[in-house]
């Protein structure tokens, strides 16, 4: 199976100077966040189908067998991210039909697949691989009859989607109609890209965003068949869709913004980036937040829930406290893959659901969603892509503006989301007036001035960051503390060294510390400390008490000249006043992002491609 997967498409025209199988590559390296375990690329030249796939990332794969001197007017591609079936040449992508003249890209799961495959293997067809791609090559073989022509190869398609179950982005390519690439979606996702000179068609929009920025967005359960100069789509029955009346979205990214910059990864570029990204999302017209306001201050209290999965959970978690505390309104969290057990049939027509997710594609969060919408629940969400099917899932959704975020580890896109609740709140807070007007200008006012905070203190702080990660790289285990709006702050620091240390890195309520986790505390134990100087700041400093007194090595993230808990820290890291400390995480977080790169840097692995994850989660 194929879960996460980077898919692409392109048919040409062949005006490019470049050959089909550099386009090829060149988008797959750009979607290899998705998934790197093998990779593949198939084309049509001289009425035969050419594969070339092997395990291994895609640079890896190309010294080996050189995707570049594959030839035609189209071609598709895949990176994997494997679950079942192990990462192989014979699982890797494209799949083909019995008599090679299909050949598929797929992301996604076919849950059927086990009756699909016996049903095709009784009537002779012969399967190569373990995945449940492979059915869809055959399953189309098995609905073309007589002549082949494009309508042909979209019914066979039409006949395929309907016996398959699961969700799945798939894109095609019939050995003879050398020109065309056929695609479907069914909630996985996939957009296409136009330009003068080609069609492109991937799972996101950083695939093609070098060669084009005019997008249009596919519906699940449409068949789009693309050449060069045209596409068409149909609906499952088959019928036209008129896209003239289809919007092309002029996506405002640049190809710069999907590149490193001169640094040496993107895990970097992109913590460096987080002024820019908080700055940007500031200026989302104030009209928008209020809209977005509006939905929580209409819904009845105790109805309103938060929802989220990974990085994108801890921000949700940190604004459920930035709403409590500004807006004194009451909001749920529910980790996204639980929502359906912890919440079951209590939500209404009254109810409303807050989604957030950078990519907006994320399948426990989308499932979440459904989940509530059944029960007649209204849905707004914060997401960073737009198009994404959270978005259009949603009654009204807020899109932060942090631009294509490339490294698996979210940084930046977790401060724009925590920037966005940050407004959100004082937004509600007018709407319900529990702040005065001009309290919620003076808070705009201290945001507005993180961006340049935060880039004051990476130039100033980054080496010092760099120098303390050094020290404590060779250990194994760390607590991370953290109470308030920063106990997610804690969560996510934690994560980060999870995510790309492989290090056992626990996150935890500092108040909690005493049940459990203190237990583990010997001599030299680091314990990471987020220690702000909000209403819990007594408590905390009785926290780092108890963990020194224990033999703990304590590193701590503190307000400057907090002279207390410097004086108890084996290390620190001061960060400026004047933050509302409600609003603390955006910043506080910068030094644990900072230090989980060094630390994985010091260890020797690549932060952009942490084994075993991928960015973009479309599997529940
Ligand atoms: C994956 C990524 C995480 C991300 C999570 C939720 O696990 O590796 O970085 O936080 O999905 O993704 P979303 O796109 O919904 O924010």
Redesign the pocket.
Known sequence: MNVMCGIVGIASNFMEDRSIGVLLKEALLRLEYRGYDSAGIATIYNNKLYIKKDKGTIKEIHRKINFDDLLGNCGIGHTRWATHGSPNLINAHPHCDCNDRIAVVHNGIIENFYELKNKLISKGHVFKSETDTEVIPHLIESHLKGRVRRSSVEEAIEKTIRELKGTYAIVVIYVGLPDTIFCVRNENPLVIGINSNAIYCASDITAFLPMTNKVLMLNNNEIATITSNRIEINNTNLEETDINDRKIVRISWTPEMAQKGGRPHFMQKEIHEQPIAISNTLKIDWNKILKFGEYIHNTPPGNIYIT?????YHAALAGKYMFTKIANTQIHPVISSEFREYIGNTLNNDSLLIAI???G??AD?INAIDFAKQQGAKIISITNVLGSNITRKSDYFIYTQAGPEIG???TKTFSVQLTSLALCSLGLAELNGSLLNNEILEFKNRLNNIPMIIKNFISSKEEKVRIIANKYYQNKNFLFLGRGVNYPTALEGALKLKEISYLHAEGYAAGESKHGPIAMIEKDYPVIFVAAPDETYDKILGNVMEMKARGAKIFSIIQENDQTIKTLSDDFIEIPRNIDLPFSPIVYIVPLQLFSYYVAIKCGYDPDKPRN?????TVP
Do not use: D, H, I, P
């Open positions: 989220a999965a990974g990085t994108s997710s950078q990519s594609e994320t969060t698996v580890a979210a994850l991928a960015k973009s989660v």
